[in-house]
């Protein structure tokens, strides 16, 4: 792209000249796309007057909102429990973070209301017209739609506007395709992009070159201009193959992993919700930590030691979001089988966000589609940082109870790790926990090592060459000292 503002920063010099020390070159910086955005908020009436929004979805989010909420002891009005839900303004505000997340620069916004949308064009001529000018006057590249677009929807809107149309679901993909590092990623963004420009061939040929630049413009890298169905028919067969494949290697490794006795635990949760922040937190690893969304997108386990000595492994997955595509959702089903397989599941909260139920729900209905929702799963509220003390507190005292599926975090802290590392020991079953009394010779100090190192210890004393130990250790090195239990 071509650059329009640029900044001062020291560099080397242009092959064959040399520049003295201390000479600062002027490097440009690539161009950031200027995004108009535009929001609509479809309601129709009920009987009794009152609004309802019309999404099949939303209804199972608000559903899944009420039981999340019931479990966390929400407040509730006339029965029943009071949900904070995406109301326009905030659907709209989590639309400018996409935008910031694939590059762009917001330079306008406009949020229409309506009873219905408009079959042709969404919004409706006339506010076309007027969103047109105002997309003119402060000269955007292109126009971010907060709404999933039918092909002829988008055709018809750009004729109007005469500029780059993009929707919800396109600028997700995008973001996506930006943050994809391994094959195996790229892989899947492919073949989420193929599937959704299937139906949308029709004149945008030149939106799927490699060479394409801007949202929604960064093609699989395999199509050209004249590109048809069928080539891309084929070149979905192609992928598929391909993440296949990788799903053929998931599953050997994973068949190696549980051949031994070592639980896997997986993290989901709403995009930003600090997953990666408290993986980090977890394992040492050093995955990138970003408020942008969908910084995580390809998988990382490492192990983690319990408070019980054991090893389990832990995984970190990409972020779900409201009205997550169902392309994406397929093509990194090989991903997500992670949380499929997973003994326990950390549902991953932002315990500061006022749409923290709301946000819950979306994640329950992507686990619902994976068909995880009936794992054990532990909720584990992050960034109590960001609460006040005294309700932080209240929060961490009603949390302490042993029979409790909530902790509260902060992973930026380091506040609860060792009570939430203490309940996930307490809930995976993997090589379970027994306490004995052993009798070591002390000649065998490889045994001694090996319990100094895999278990608890709870007493030790010495005896006639002998050290009697009552010892707390996994079902595998219990194994391994069976010749000296006694009593």
């Known amino acids: 792209m071509v650059s329009s503002h640029r900044k001062k920063s020291r560099g080397t010099a242009p092959a064959g ?24 908020d479809v309601r129709t009436r009920g009987r009794g007057g009152a609004k309802a929004a019309v999404t ?3 209804t199972v989010a608000r559903e899944a909102a009420a039981l999340q909420a019931k479990r966390a002891g929400m407040p509730k009005s006339n029965g029943k429990p009071s949900i904070p839900e995406f109301d326009a303004e905030e659907s709209i505000a989590e639309l400018r973070t996409l935008a910031e997340s694939a590059g762009a620069t917001v330079v306008g916004e406009i949020l229409q209301r309506r009873d219905r949308p408009d079959p042709a064009t969404l919004i409706g001529a006339g506010k076309l017209e007027e969103i047109a000018g105002a997309a003119a006057s402060v000269n955007a590249d292109v126009l ?22 993009i929707d919800r679901t396109q600028l997700i993909l995008d973001i996506f395709a930006r943050h994809a590092r391994t094959r195996e990623g790229q892989l899947q963004v492919e073949l989420a992009q193929l ?9 945008h040929g030149i939106e799927m070159s490699q060479l394409g630049g801007g949202i929604g413009t960064r093609g699989p890298g395999e199509t050209k201009l004249e590109t048809d169905r069928r ?6 067969r192609n992928v598929e193959g391909q993440i296949e494949n990788v799903r053929r290697i998931r599953r050997q490794q994973r068949q190696r992993r549980e051949s031994a ?11 930003n919700a600090g997953k990666s922040t408290l993986f980090n937190a977890l394992t040492q690893a050093k995955v990138l930590e970003s408020p942008r969304m969908f910084a995580t997108l390809d998988p990382t386990i490492r192990g983690v030691e319990l408070p019980s000595k054991r090893k389990i492994l832990m995984s970190d997955t990409v972020g779900f979001i409201r009205n997550l595509p169902h392309t994406l959702v397929s093509a990194f089903r090989a991903t997500l089988e992670e949380v499929q397989r997973a003994s326990l599941i950390l549902h991953v909260s932002d315990a500061s966000s006022r749409l923290s139920a709301e946000q819950d729900a979306q994640v329950e209905i992507v686990l619902k589609e994976l068909e995880a929702e009936k794992k054990p799963r532990l909720r584990v509220m992050n960034k109590i940082d960001l609460l006040d003390d005294e309700v932080a507190q209240s929060l961490q005292a009603d949390a302490q109870r042993e029979d409790s599926k909530t902790v509260y975090v902060s992973a930026a802290e380091g506040t609860g790790l060792d009570r ?15 306490r004995v009394h052993l009798r070591v010779p002390q000649s065998e100090g490889k045994t001694l090592a090996m319990l100094e190192d895999k278990a608890r210890i709870y007493s030790r004393a010495y005896k006639g060459g002998a050290v009697e130990l009552e010892v707390e250790a996994p079902a ?3 194994r391994r000292v069976r010749d000296f239990v006694i009593g």
């Open 261 to 271: 006795p070592v639980a896997t635990v997986a993290l989901v949760g709403y995009t």
């Open 420 to 434: 939430l590392l203490a309940r996930i020991d307490a809930m995976i079953e993997e090589d379970p926990v027994s």
């Open 476 to 478: 595998s090195v219990l």
């Open 17 to 40: 000249r040399r520049l003295p020390l201390g000479t600062e070159v002027v490097r440009a910086e690539p161009e950031r796309e200027r995004a108009f955005l535009v929001g609509i």
């Open 56 to 58: 099949a979805q939303a």
């Open 144 to 165: 971010l739609f907060d709404h999933d677009l039918s092909p002829s929807q988008q055709r018809n809107i750009e004729k109007i506007i005469q500029r780059r149309v």
């Open 195 to 203: 599937q959704y420009m299937m139906p949308r061939l029709a004149g």
């Open 231 to 236: 080539k891309i028919a084929r070149r979905v």
